[in-house]
């Protein structure tokens, strides 16, 4: 072979194969159809075998099991198979196109392709059927939540309630609009009508509006730092205020006049008559940083006695918090020194400055300078180091006494021994306050029962303001009492078991608060829970406690905006806030808010208030559906009374007769109405505004059987088509709607229709048989040959209704048979008997 045809063919093999479609040794395949492929291996059998080799192959497997193979017969077969080179194809094969198989193959990745999309978008029926799921997990664990409600010592109609309501009520009136510290000041004004006044409670609420104001950021202490300093001020003001001594000059004045009387100690080092370690110390303990600093550097001298270079290391402290290695051991080994001296020798605001310097020792306190929990608190945050660009400041960190220190340092001491008796829970709260521990703290404000409802308030401030996590998942599972939780090791409050808890407590478990203002103010919390929290999770159960809320009012259709005309829907008190619960149009309140109150008054029974939620939603379909059941539900009732002899006013309480009078208005109602309005007759099925009417028509004719009015009663049932009792039906057309009734599938309402034919059997054979003996014994001689023709009539309709109870394949109760024959016989004359 030449180079050049050599070459020629390379490139041609190149072309046929798709470049990057696969691997070099497995070129994709050209397909074949199968007719070509079975003829294929036709030819491949019969050129590899014949007929003899095709015998010899039936006695291979018995050779094989023995072990007497004829190698020699092996081998011709085998050179026979070298020796085929190709089979020779078919004309289907031969003309077979690269272009089409590369066709064929796109469109195969196009459908893929396809396939692969359509996969990936989200099922509407899997979501539906989740959501569904989500949902009745959600109304149990509320029920859960309900079952270990704790007591709220609370009265909805008390003006503390009514305060709270408003105050979280201006939160969602203007969330968007408000600076959020106006909300704050409003809300701290009504939680202090509800919260025992106390110099604690005081202190925490002015603390929480610091905390807010100076926009503290999670994890770090100096607002807590900054905020015991700002409360030992006051304390010096008071000493002074209290011993008559000077408060109205400067900062700094003030503050030596304290200290030079406070702090008149012997073995304190003192120049010019004042402690000066003493006034050092007050300095940094009011926050004087700039006093403190000035200090140091005018008596540079009587600082440096001591330990030489003090006002280098003093200064290298204030800057950045902490010294470079060699200093903090010169200063550590300097405080080791004075803490091993006898005490009448050590100035002990020297050994606190070197020890809050050095960050020595931070698990003991010195008692003679610390002696109240605040001083102990601004003395062990003070000594944490701030964590490096980063860290996690709530992070232990091996070496370094951070945030998680000190909490666990108080986390140590038994909550008894801080609240001996239980009755002043602020002294606690404010330490997890201060130690940043603000989720532990609402927590422990709300398993006391005296500041249960302060809680509340809290966490929604706290949460508003970033200062708690909250658990953005209602189902999570938290302790029975408590509702702190901690997720993934970060803490959160399960605030929306908390807001439940309390709507539960202060405003439904109260009948005598059912008014409507008692259902606004329990709807704001449900509003603010949805605020707080975006998830599609709390939306959700946001939606479900307000349908809770709306059922259990007295007045649920005011409440969802009920309209003066059932076409028609006006702006009601939840249209003010559904754009907090994501609620954009009709649409939506419809399909999250009134259809699902609508299905909650169905289960309850509370059919007329479902009937006018579902006009409300425009759902006028679904109207029909339940006037049609609850029609059907009406004539059972009643005609079961006139079978068993009873008026069916008596079979019934008075609740359902009042149920049973407003759906008998509302039936007629969507009769006389729905057909004038076009939008609606566009939504509703012919054949359920018909068996609506058909009903009405049964109703209206029970009532004449009731009066004794037999004939008209007759001529009503004539009217409804349902039974073959007109004058147009014969053997054949009864027979053909006995047919009708037996199919499976029948049209909408019909099913309702078919529960009362035998009823309808039975009542109607009753009113032939009150005709009958009307006409043939109450009439007088001289006008019974007038009625020979009419009771005639009866006895066929009689005989026709006998006919279709045997065609119909429904089971019709024996009962009713019996009856049926008896009835049947009795309207036979003794010359009909004769036949029989």
């Known amino acids: 072979m030449s180079v050049s045809t ?23 395949l050209i397909e074949r159809q199968f007719c070509q492929i079975s003829s294929e291996s036709k030819k491949l059998s019969q050129a590899v075998f014949s007929e003899s080799d095709q015998q010899k192959q039936q006695t291979f497997i018995p050779l094989l099991a023995r072990g007497e193979i004829d190698y020699s017969t ?9 020796s085929i080179t190709s089979t020779q194809l078919n004309q289907a ?68 309630t009514q305060a709270l309501a408003n105050a979280v009520k201006q939160i969602n009136d203007s969330f968007a609009t408000t600076a ?44 807590s730092i900054s905020w015991l300093e700002k409360q030992y001020k006051r304390y010096i003001d008071k000493q002074l205020l209290d011993h008559d001594m000077p408060s109205n000059c400067s900062t700094s004045e003030r503050i030596v006049t304290f200290v030079s009387h406070q702090y008149c100690w012997t073995g304190l080092q003192c120049v010019d008559n004042i402690p000066i370690w003493a006034l050092l110390y007050t300095y940094l303990r009011t926050g004087e940083i700039n006093l403190a600093k000035e200090l140091v550097q005018t008596r540079s001298a009587n600082f440096n006695t001591g330990l030489k270079y003090f006002a280098t290391y003093f200064d290298e402290f204030i800057n950045s918090s902490t010294l470079v290695p060699t200093h903090a051991s010169t200063v550590r080994l300097y405080y080791e020194q004075l803490c091993l001296q006898d005490h009448i020798y050590t100035d002990p605001f020297e050994c606190i400055l070197f020890k809050i310097i050095g960050h020595c020792d931070p698990d003991n306190s010195l008692p003679s300078v610390i002696n109240s929990t605040q001083d102990y608190l601004w003395l062990k945050l003070i000594m944490t180091q701030p964590p490096c660009s980063g860290e996690n400041p709530s992070v232990t960190v091996r070496g370094r006494y951070n945030l998680k ?125 949805s605020v707080l929290s975006q998830s ?87 109207v029909m559906d339940i006037l049609v059941k609850q029609m059907g539900d009406i004539l059972v009732l009643q005609l079961q009374a006139i079978h068993s002899g009873q008026s069916w006013n008596k079979a019934t309480d008075m609740m359902h007769i009042e149920q049973q009078e407003a759906c008998l208005i509302s039936a007629q109602r969507a009769i006389e109405d729905y057909q004038q309005h076009a939008f609606i007759a566009q939504q509703i099925h012919p054949t359920k505004l018909h068996v609506l009417t058909t009903m009405m028509l049964l109703r209206t004719a029970i009532g004449y059987y009731n009066a004794s009015k037999f004939e008209p009663t007759f ?16 053997l054949v057309q009864t027979d053909c709607l006995a047919k009708e009734y037996s199919k499976k599938e029948q049209g909408p309402g019909m099913n309702v229709v078919l529960q009362l034919v035998p009823d309808l059997l039975l009542f109607s054979a009753k009113t ?18 007038r009625m020979e023709a009419r009771i005639i009539d009866v006895k066929s309709h009689m005989h026709f209704l006998i006919v279709f109870a045997g065609l119909l394949t429904t089971a019709v109760p024996p009962y009713i048979l019996d009856q049926l024959k008896k009835l049947d016989m009795s309207m036979i004359s003794n010359s009909d008997k004769r036949f029989i």
Request: hydrophobic letters at 40%; aromatic letters at 10%; proline letters at 4%.
């Open 93 to 160: 094969s031969s003309a077979a196109s690269i272009s089409e198989f590369l066709q064929i193959g796109c469109d195969a990745a196009i459908l893929d392709a396809v396939e692969f999309d359509l996969n990936d978008l989200p099922c509407p029926t899997v979501s539906m059927t989740k959501n569904a799921d989500w949902i009745t997990r959600a109304k149990h664990q509320i029920h859960h939540w309900d079952l270990q409600s704790p007591v709220f010592n609370i009265d909805a109609t008390s003006r503390t």
């Open 768 to 785: 032939l048989h009150n005709m009958y003996v009307e006409w043939n014994y109450n009439t007088s001689a001289s006008l019974r040959h």
């Open 6 to 28: 050599f070459q020629k063919l390379n490139q041609e093999a190149k072309q046929t194969i798709p470049l990057g479609t696969g691997s070099l040794y497995q070129p994709e």
């Open 715 to 730: 001529k009503l049932l004539q009217m409804t088509n349902i039974l073959p009792i007109g004058n147009q039906f014969d």
């Open 180 to 223: 959020l510290h106006r909300r704050t000041s409003v809300t701290i004004q009504a939680l202090s009508a509800a919260t025992t006044l106390t110099s604690d409670a005081d202190e925490a609420q002015e603390a929480i509006q610091y905390f807010i104001e100076k926009k503290h950021f999670p994890g770090h202490v100096s607002t």
């Open 536 to 622: 599609s999770n709390m939306n959700e159960i946001s939606l479900i406690l307000l349908q809770d809320i709306v059922f259990w009012s007295a007045c649920p259709l005011e409440l969802l905006g009920q309209g003066s005309s059932y076409a028609t829907r006006h702006v009601g008190p939840l249209d003010e806030y559904k754009a907090l619960l994501g609620i954009r149009d009709e649409n939506e309140y419809a399909n999250k808010v009134l259809l699902p109150v609508a299905n909650r008054f169905n289960v309850e029974k509370r059919y007329n208030e479902e009937i006018q939620v579902f006009e409300m939603a425009r759902q006028y379909d679904r």
């Open 74 to 82: 092996v081998a011709g077969n085998l050179s026979k198979l070298h």
């Open 405 to 529: 220190n000190v909490q666990a340092s108080f986390d140590r001491i038994p909550t008894q021994q801080l609240d001996k008796n239980g009755s002043n829970p602020w002294f606690y709260f404010n330490i997890l306050f201060l130690t940043l521990q603000f989720e532990k703290a609402i927590d422990y404000l709300y398993q006391n029962e005296n500041t249960r409802i302060t809680a509340v308030h809290y966490a929604i401030w706290f949460a508003l303001h970033g200062l708690i996590q909250i658990a953005h998942d209602p189902l999570t599972n938290t302790d029975c009492n408590g509702v702190f939780i901690e997720l993934q090791g970060r803490p959160c409050i399960h605030i929306a078991r908390m807001l439940r808890q309390y709507i539960k407590a202060v405003f439904m478990d109260q009948p005598r608060n059912n008014t409507m203002a008692v259902a606004l103010q329990a709807l704001q919390y449900v509003y603010v829970l």
